[in-house]
């Protein structure tokens, strides 16, 4: 008994020895960027987050680049002295969820089921407010849009398309295959597929939207409720032809024109659309389970209001209500929105290979109260983001960052 509980103490003691080093090793600095460190842990940390967002590619070398940035960022804000507090950081978190249609708690468990900690957001989203203040203060100043430019940028993106067009569709969402493989069966579709006839089985076998069943067929529509980068497409094809494969968000997308006449009223143009997306739960269902789920939802809602009452039943604060310019409606939703008439729904597989139920609730040939000031900060935003990235640039070259 003796000799066994010295071993025992002994065992205790070489792992109470080991810990410490252990612990040391993860928050260990591996970078130092100025007078601050990047560590192990905030690495691990990192790299898990950006395979949470299905980033591809280097992502320890993705990782490593982003913190010392980060790094850079809270320093020149620290110089500036520019700080942040509480609040804006839980509305930086609010924001950063609202742009893949989640809450920030439903984000915030997403990121908790693969492992990223609260603390990792929360920082990510600290240096990006702070980041955004610095170059607010440091190049507003040399920044201005003008109303003439609001309303070109509001002429390009409601274009008046006299033409409703006949159309098919495949959609194959990134998440199922991965970026590559998806790519390349988009690929062979598109290169392949000679006739309505071989698209329809090739949507039925491949395709993950709700019109797969059809074929793929998504009838007659006006050709400018499709989003821009695919009406510009369809609008090149003769009937019969394929388009080449089409980023739309989380997924890879073909089109074949089947059909093209004039509308009824060529001065028809929409300008604003108004839709809900509702996310189905998916921590414990399957895809199939979600898509069950999501058909049962859809089929007791008759209009947006019906969808909204009746979201709760199936999960908590999953709806978002949005009322947008066309062109400022994520890609993947305009879509799906562009096949159904008001008060008509559908479903898609998200970035993160969840099932989403988009209904739309109205097309507008005007736009939403607020809209022409969102249009003039987008385009604040990119001129002054533009400015940053040079700003950035030269914050690193003159910067000290040694490997440890």
Same mark, same amino acid.
């Given at each position: 008994? /003796?000799?066994?509980?010295?071993?025992?103490?002994?065992?205790?003691?070489?792992?109470?020895?080991?810990?410490?080093?252990?612990?040391?090793?993860?928050?260990?600095?591996?970078? #130092?960027?100025?007078?601050?460190?990047?560590?192990?842990?905030?690495?691990? #940390?990192?790299? /898990?987050?950006?395979?949470?967002?299905?980033?591809? &590619?280097?992502?320890?070398?993705?990782?490593?680049?982003?913190?010392?940035?980060?790094?850079?960022?809270?320093?020149?804000?620290?110089?500036?002295?520019?700080?942040?507090?509480?609040?804006?950081?839980?509305?930086?978190?609010?924001?950063?969820?609202?742009?893949?249609?989640?809450?920030?708690? #439903?984000?915030?468990?997403?990121?908790?089921?693969?492992?990223?900690?609260?603390?990792?957001?929360?920082?990510?989203?600290?240096?990006?407010?702070?980041?955004?203040?610095?170059?607010?203060?440091?190049?507003?100043? /040399?920044?201005?849009?003008?109303?003439?430019?609001?309303?070109?940028?509001?002429?390009?993106?409601?274009?008046?398309?006299?033409?409703?067009?006949?159309?098919?569709?495949?959609?194959?969402?990134?998440?199922?295959?991965?970026?590559? #493989?998806?790519?390349?069966?988009?690929?062979?579709?598109?290169?392949?597929?000679?006739?309505?006839?071989?698209?329809?089985?090739?949507?039925?076998?491949?395709? /993950?939207?709700?019109?797969?069943?059809?074929?793929?067929?998504?009838?007659?529509?006006?050709?400018?409720?499709?989003?821009?980068?695919?009406?510009?497409?369809?609008?090149?094809?003769?009937?019969?032809?394929?388009?080449?494969?089409?980023?739309?968000?989380?997924?890879?997308?073909?089109?074949?024109?089947? &059909?093209?006449?004039?509308?009824?009223?060529?001065?028809?143009?929409?300008?604003?659309?108004?839709?809900?997306?509702?996310?189905?739960?998916?921590?414990?269902?399957?895809?199939? &389970?979600?898509?069950?789920?999501?058909?049962?939802?859809?089929?007791?809602?008759?209009?947006?209001?019906?969808?909204?009452?009746?979201?709760?039943?199936?999960? +908590?604060?999953?709806?978002?209500?949005?009322?947008?310019?066309?062109?400022?409606?994520?890609?993947?939703?305009?879509?799906?929105?562009?096949?159904?008439?008001?008060?008509?729904?559908?479903?898609?597989?998200? +970035?993160?290979?969840?099932?989403?139920?988009?209904?739309?609730?109205?097309?507008?040939?005007?736009?939403?109260?607020?809209?022409?000031?969102?249009?003039?900060?987008?385009?604040?935003?990119?001129?002054?983001?533009?400015?940053?990235?040079?700003?950035?640039?030269?914050?690193?070259?003159?910067?000290?960052?040694?490997?440890?």
């Amino acid at each position: 008994m /003796k000799k066994i509980s010295l071993l025992a103490y002994g065992i205790s003691l070489c792992f109470s020895l080991a810990l410490p080093s252990l612990a040391a090793s993860i928050y260990s600095p591996i970078y #130092q960027v100025n007078d601050s460190v990047v560590t192990e842990y905030e690495l691990q #940390q990192r790299v /898990k987050m950006l395979q949470s967002f299905g980033t591809r &590619g280097d992502l320890r070398q993705m990782a490593i680049d982003q913190l010392i940035e980060d790094r850079l960022r809270s320093q020149a804000a620290k110089e500036a002295g520019i700080t942040t507090n509480d609040e804006e950081i839980l509305g930086g978190m609010e924001e950063f969820a609202a742009r893949g249609n989640f809450s920030t708690d #439903q984000l915030l468990n997403y990121f908790r089921q693969r492992g990223v900690h609260r603390e990792t957001f929360e920082d990510f989203v600290r240096a990006g407010i702070l980041w955004r203040n610095v170059i607010g203060a440091r190049f507003a100043s /040399k920044v201005n849009v003008t109303d003439e430019e609001v309303d070109a940028q509001l002429n390009v993106n409601a274009i008046s398309f006299p033409k409703t067009v006949n159309v098919a569709e495949i959609i194959l969402p990134v998440a199922e295959r991965g970026a590559a #493989q998806t790519r390349a069966l988009a690929d062979r579709l598109s290169q392949t597929i000679k006739s309505g006839d071989q698209f329809s089985i090739a949507a039925k076998k491949f395709s /993950k939207s709700d019109t797969a069943v059809r074929g793929g067929a998504m009838g007659w529509i006006p050709l400018g409720t499709l989003p821009a980068q695919v009406s510009s497409r369809v609008s090149a094809l003769e009937p019969g032809q394929v388009t080449a494969p089409i980023i739309i968000g989380s997924a890879i997308a073909l089109y074949q024109l089947r &059909g093209v006449r004039e509308a009824k009223s060529a001065g028809e143009q929409v300008i604003s659309v108004s839709y809900l997306n509702v996310i189905m739960p998916s921590a414990k269902s399957s895809q199939g &389970g979600q898509i069950a789920a999501a058909t049962k939802l859809m089929n007791l809602s008759d209009t947006c209001l019906d969808m909204q009452a009746n979201t709760s039943k199936f999960a +908590e604060n999953a709806v978002t209500s949005q009322s947008l310019p066309s062109a400022q409606v994520p890609v993947r939703i305009a879509a799906e929105i562009s096949k159904l008439d008001p008060n008509e729904s559908g479903y898609y597989v998200a +970035e993160n290979g969840g099932i989403n139920v988009v209904m739309l609730c109205n097309r507008a040939k005007d736009l939403p109260e607020g809209a022409r000031e969102q249009i003039r900060n987008a385009l604040f935003g990119q001129r002054v983001g533009s400015f940053g990235a040079g700003y950035l640039q030269e914050l690193r070259g003159d910067a000290i960052i040694i490997a440890k």
